[in-house]
């Protein structure tokens, strides 16, 4: 069974960062791709950015320039930095980790953490 867990999310102020992490786990030899989501308020979820095996990213245009993502392929982790902060950014930020292949010959197609709430605030 694949797991991803977020973490590093929380209450941050308009122009403030925040770095969000997640961490899969489940006998992973390899993960193609991975990627942050989130869902405001009342709005449908949307991607944030992603992030292939090789480091190839791709970001949503409301984010360009102000978020980063980053992946650690030896530990199955991917991080999320988010600068310059805005209230409009407040929203549940969930990771998901698509095509992840086990020790066991398994291959898992879309995988999803729990989530993590952002809230941005003065």
């Known amino acids: 069974q694949v797991q991803l867990v977020e973490s590093g999310g929380g209450l941050a102020q308009p122009g403030g960062y925040l770095r969000l992490s997640c961490a899969a786990s489940g006998s992973i030899v390899a993960i193609n791709i991975m990627g942050w989501l989130r869902q405001a308020p009342g709005k449908q979820r949307e991607l944030v950015a992603r992030?292939?095996?090789?480091?190839?990213?791709d970001y949503a245009d409301f984010v360009k320039g102000r978020f980063t993502i980053s992946r650690d392929n030896a530990n199955n982790t991917m991080y999320l930095q988010l600068n310059s902060l805005k209230p409009e950014y407040t929203a549940i930020y969930s990771c998901?980790?698509?095509?992840?292949?086990?020790?066991?010959?398994?291959?898992?197609?879309?995988?999803w953490g729990q989530g993590t709430q952002v809230p941005v605030s003065s």
């Open positions: 998901n980790a698509a095509w992840v292949r086990t020790v066991y010959g398994s291959i898992h197609y879309n995988n």
């Open positions: 992030i292939t095996s090789d480091g190839i990213t």
